[in-house]
């Protein structure tokens, strides 16, 4: 390197003679002594005729130092900068594109030379690139050095947890027997009392019906003979069947089973059942009203409106009717006496006895014991899930392809956003990329891991995230992530090149290239 310099000087100063606007590499083509052969090798003309603004190769090679062949080429050396090459239909019109103005040889525009100060630039440039590669190359040495660390402990508990797992799925086991094992006695005292209290619950409810039917008997049997005839059911109408609001002879020895009368215990037994639905009491509980079952009470007649009498003759009149109708009630209670109204029982709330009693102690102890062994069993349980769990993500961790000596690893647990004026954008390396409205709402995304998408001869160069949310009548996004040499990690910009297929730049030490190595000490040029 330090004798490239040295001679770099040497070199600029060196003028090797050959036509204007050829390069240094082609000007063994343009030799004066014999005539000049195309460089497509069209045509042959003699060397006078070369750059003598006429153009006579259809390459334009004849005519490199003018503007007469629109396909030419024109060379600028830029001497200490880049070279370059121009179109040659730029050659003298006018503006300077050569940054050392050779290419306004004869156009009467000065050009100033600025090839010095744009090369002072471009190498301030690449030293700090340089500087840049330097740097994150070291960090990337640090970061490979870490994952080689980092694997081997994970490694290690990967080890230790795999010899754990063995101890925790026998625990399990036995737990689960123990469990078991104790659930069945528990099992057992539960259903001895649920069938007890289903007995009981089944005992009440048929004590119940028949002291329904009792009751419905009762009020049926208007003249107490111990017998409920067809006409005593016909005073309920609404046990009709046949739809016409009334009770026949007919419909009722039907539900007498075809009888004419009935006794209390085929009552009970046959003719409560089927008219139980549709049975409604005539007398119902002075203390409990109740909505499903309203008094049959007759209406009160309305009195026809009118001057009203005086109190005076209103009682004579009551005084007379009460002593007309006297004897009427005394023959009337000496023959029969008025039974006093049957009152049906009032049941308990379905809602309070439908709830089972609480277990018994012995039973409570055996579930009690059982939900104690369940606790045991669910929690070493989900100690095994979790372990296994764990055991999944380090074989996945360590197995990972995080570039040729792992410096992409400690990428793998962490995210960078970017933020735009209109979205704010999520990388997560090695899981997902998304974006998500600036000013609110929910994300979208852009892709989850597929690949290492660089070309062959840099396969670490570019990740590629796939099947993200589908686009209106598109596919599904898509996102390519570029990685860059640099000192920061950082997510640099984010592009949508094509529909649904963005385009994103990561910075990161890991991507830096080996630099080449610096040049040794000159002594004291320090002009070099």
């Not at 006496?337 to 102690?361: I, L």
């Not at 954008?425 to 989850?448: D, E, I, N």
């Amino acid at each position: 390197m330090l004798l490239v310099l040295l001679l770099l000087p040497m070199c600029w100063a060196v003028e090797v003679k050959r036509p204007r606007g050829v390069s240094l590499t082609n000007h063994h083509f343009y030799d004066e002594s014999k005539p000049f052969t195309c460089l497509d090798g069209s045509a042959s003309v003699p060397f006078d005729q070369v750059n003598d603004d006429y153009c006579d190769c259809k390459d334009g090679s004849d005519e490199p130092g003018t503007a007469a062949c629109p396909n030419g080429s024109f060379h600028c050396t830029n001497t200490g900068y880049k070279p370059l090459y121009i179109s040659s239909r730029w050659v003298n019109d006018g503006v300077c594109d050569c940054c050392d103005g050779t290419d306004e040889y004869n156009s009467g525009i000065v050009c100033e030379n600025t090839c010095k100060e744009k090369g002072r630039k471009e190498r301030e440039t690449l030293q700090q690139m340089a500087e840049v590669t330097r740097e994150g190359f070291r960090l990337k040495k640090i970061l490979i050095e870490d994952w080689k660390r980092a694997r081997e402990e994970k490694q290690k508990k990967l080890t230790e947890l795999q010899a754990g797992k063995k101890s925790l799925e026998d625990q399990v086991e036995l737990l689960r027997t123990l469990k078991e094992e104790a659930e069945k006695p528990e099992k057992e005292a539960k259903d001895q009392h649920r069938k007890l209290w289903e007995e009981q619950l089944a005992a009440s409810k048929a004590q119940r019906e028949q002291e329904l039917a009792t009751s419905a008997f009762q009020e049926l049997d208007d003249d107490m003979d111990g017998a409920v005839s067809v006409a005593e059911l016909q005073t309920h109408p609404e046990l009709d069947t046949d739809g016409d609001g009334a009770l026949s002879e007919g419909e009722a020895q039907t539900l007498l089973g075809g009888d004419t009368q009935t006794d209390a215990a085929s009552f009970s037994d046959r003719i409560w059942a089927a008219i139980r639905d549709k049975y409604r009491s005539e007398v119902l509980p002075t203390d409990l009203p109740s909505p499903s079952a309203p008094a049959l009470t007759e209406p009160k007649e309305e009195q026809p409106l009118g001057p009203s009498q005086p109190a005076e003759e209103e009682d004579e009149e009551e005084e007379e009717t009460e002593e007309e109708e006297g004897g009427e009630e005394g023959e009337d209670e000496d023959s029969q006496e008025t039974p006093p109204p049957v009152v049906p029982p009032q049941t308990v709330s379905p809602t309070e006895e439908d709830k089972m009693p609480p277990y018994d102690e012995q039973t409570q102890a055996f579930i009690n014991a059982a939900q104690e062994a369940r606790n045991k069993f669910e929690e070493a349980e989900r100690s095994l899930k979790d372990v296994e769990e764990s055991i999944r993500n380090l074989e996945q961790e360590i197995s990972f392809d995080f570039g040729p000596n792992g410096e992409f690893a400690y990428l793998y647990s962490q995210c960078y956003e970017l933020t735009t004026n209109e979205y704010v954008y999520r990388l997560c390396p090695f899981k997902l990329v998304s974006q998500k409205p600036k000013l609110g709402g929910s994300p979208t995304s852009l892709g989850t891991w597929g690949s290492w998408a660089g070309p062959d001869h840099d396969k670490f160069s570019a990740m590629k995230y796939e099947q993200g949310t589908g686009c209106w009548q598109g596919p599904n996004r898509s996102t390519t992530v570029r990685l860059l040499c640099g000192k920061e990690t950082v997510v640099t910009s984010t592009t949508e090149p094509s529909r649904c297929e963005y385009l994103m730049e990561l910075m990161t030490p890991a991507a830096c290239p080996e630099p080449p190595p610096e040049p040794p000490a000159s002594g004291n040029r320090d002009e070099l």
